[in-house]
């Protein structure tokens, strides 16, 4: 099994820039997809950004696409999440989430399918 381990995150002004980190370990020789989902105080949990295990393909919500880009590192078994032009609109507690998956080139959108989940970490813009 893969445990996800969740760095970054904190308080910043409107504008400004943040990296949210997700390591893996345990069962990391297995093919996972990877995606970033977050949820602000009152409402459900939202797709951000989401990433193959090849690192082909990408998908990202309507409202970070252009400021927003994940990425991952196989050396060290982790995904990123950098954010940029931070708005008050951003402010949420963070998740990073791993599926195992067959298709290297596949993203997944629906934070339904994921198996694995980071502890979350709290991202507050403040205008």
Known sequence: ?????????????????LRLACAASG????TYAMG???????KGREFVAAISWSGDSTSYADSVKGRFTISREYA??????EMNSLN??????????ARPTTTPTRVYRDYGVYDIWGQGTQVTVSS
């Open 27 to 30: 069962n990391t020789g297995s």
């Open 76 to 81: 060290k078994n982790t995904a990123y999440l």
């Open 36 to 42: 970033w989902f977050r949820q602000a105080p009152g």
């Open 88 to 97: 008050a609109e951003d402010t949420a507690v963070y998740y990073c989430a």
């Open 1 to 17: 099994q893969v445990q996800l381990v969740q760095s970054g995150g904190g308080l910043v002004q409107a504008g400004a820039s």
